[in-house]
């Protein structure tokens, strides 16, 4: 939820969408897929949201990140050698490798003018399936809680996966479902993740995401989708983005990739080195995915009251022509998955 801009990731529910997609280049290692038509995660399928105290949410930037230490390849169509070569061993290897797994856990911290905040999230560690959901704070303006939204499309997945046939989860299909199934008024960002054999399938809208990190570096980070500054695609009953604007990949994974599945309250507030800075760190100390999920949260929430710290937050701002410094204060959702090979 996004309290300072009307038109922010919480976009005014009265502007006309967009129709157009902002596709970005994928590495040579993603496959397109697209069709046309916390706590820690447990054995069972879970619906989890927050029952803590939240409050609204502010503007979201058009710029997800922008950290010259990132190693991000989501927009750079020229990919140095050794990227080049890290890419084709790992689409190389991946056919030979047995089938993987993922661990993961999360963590919520709401804003706190709000008594549930607008974000929600589920985690099927069973399917090996997750997801994430923003819900548009520029809804509040109308009286409506966006978080109703997003936590009813969030449940809605999560039976969706539950009702697929073992092994045979696809997160469009999925988001598809909930979409078309959710009746609550609102509207919100998506998205949805599941490991098959040595790939994740992703389905994307909005401005949540995630990262791919691998050998302390950043092998993907998933492109923000907006229509404009502080107006991301977002999912609702009426007008709105639609399925077929949603971003779909598969990537390779290996043993030891830690992939961090999060709402733009992550993204705005921290870069990617400082989200790989983190990550490492967790795994210095042997922590669980739950544990580093929630060193990534508590970070981007300190940089989010931080009034003269860079953030891409600040950085997004300085594009957009606004004045402004510091972090943005948000819901904060962050789900971590650590890729392990699977037992025999």
């Known amino acids: 939820m996004k309290e300072e ?165 696809d997160p469009f299909q999925v988001l598809a479902t909930a979409h078309a199934l959710t009746n609550a008024l609102g509207a919100s960002t998506a998205c949805i993740m599941a490991l098959k054999g040595q790939y994740i399938h992703t389905v994307n809208i909005g401005d949540s995401g995630f990262l791919v990190v691998r050998d302390d570096a950043v092998l993907y980070h998933s492109p923000a989708q907006q229509r404009g500054f502080n107006t991301p695609y977002q999912l609702q009953n009426s007008v709105g983005e639609t399925l077929n604007d949603a971003e779909v990949k598969s990537i390779g994974v290996e043993p030891g990739d830690i992939i961090v599945v999060a709402t733009d309250g992550v993204f705005d507030n921290l870069f990617d080195s400082e989200v790989v800075r983190l990550i490492k760190s967790g795994l210095v100390l042997n922590l669980s995915a739950e544990r580093i999920a929630s060193l990534i949260a508590d970070e981007a929430q300190r940089n989010s009251f931080r009034r003269m710290k860079e953030t891409p937050f600040s950085i997004a701002c300085r594009k957009a022509g606004k004045r402004r410094k510091g972090g943005k204060k948000d819901d904060i959702t962050v789900v971590v998955m650590c890729i392990i090979e699977a037992d025999d």
């Open 5 to 169: 801009n009307s038109e922010h990731q919480n976009g005014d529910p009265s502007s006309s969408p967009s129709s157009s997609s902002s596709a970005a280049r994928s590495p040579e290692f993603l496959t397109e897929t697209k069709d046309q038509s916390s706590s820690t995660s447990r054995e069972k399928c879970r619906y989890v949201e927050c029952k803590e105290q939240i409050a609204t949410k502010e503007d979201s930037p058009e710029y997800h990140n922008d950290d010259s230490a990132s190693l991000s390849t989501a927009q750079d169509p020229e990919l140095p050698a050794e990227k080049q070569e890290q890419m084709c061993r790992s689409h190389e290897a991946v056919e030979k490798r047995r089938p993987l797994k993922m661990k993961a856990g999360s963590y919520y911290i709401p804003h706190t003018r709000k008594l549930k905040g607008e974000d929600a999230h589920f985690i099927c560690e069973h399917e090996q399936v997750v997801g994430v959901a923003d819900g548009v704070g520029g809804w509040a303006k109308l009286g409506i809680d966006a978080g109703e939204y997003a936590r009813e499309l969030m449940s809605r997945a999560e039976q969706a996966v539950r009702a697929s046939p073992e092994g045979c989860v």
